[in-house]
């Protein structure tokens, strides 16, 4: 089954510098699943990676690499429970950004887990039925020295 993955995964896997403990067994979770073929991506998780590289040539580079993985294609669905999303946490008094929400509402609609490491989620999920994605057993007993 494929794993939506948000940005903050990506951004840990694209980082160059070293990484604590728990960043690294995400990323090893993250290659696995790259392995495994089932990383999945939406349009504005790829905008949000783009965005912000000012050099033209790490731009066309990361913009290559992203094309291994296609977008989950989108639609009208998909925006309106965003909508039903944001309004029940603003209900519940969580605040969320709109590309958060539609990241939810994808993972629900489709029935998908979302892989994250971004806090936010956890707060979502106890408003929402989404689920979340976690490092596997085997890769947290055989990445503790990562």
Do not use: P
Not at 68 to 82: R, T, V
């Amino acid at each position: 089954m494929k794993i939506l993955v948000d940005t903050s995964i990506w951004s840990l896997a694209l980082r160059k510098k070293t990484l604590i403990n728990k960043e690294s067994l995400l990323v090893i979770e993250f290659r696995e699943l790259i392995n495994e073929l089932r990383v999945a991506v939406i349009g504005s998780i790829r905008q949000e990676l783009l965005s912000g590289i000012s050099d033209k040539n790490k731009f066309v580079r990361l913009r290559g690499k992203l094309t291994a993985f296609e977008d989950i294609q989108l639609n009208q669905a998909d925006y309106e429970k965003a909508a039903e999303i944001s309004n029940e946490c603003r209900r519940n008094g969580i605040q969320g950004s709109h590309i958060d929400f539609l990241i939810c509402a994808v993972a629900v609609n489709r029935n998908i887990s979302i892989f994250t490491a971004d806090n936010d989620f956890k707060s979502y999920k106890k408003v929402i039925s989404i689920k979340l994605h976690a490092v596997r057993e085997e890769i947290s007993n055989n990445g503790t020295d990562a």
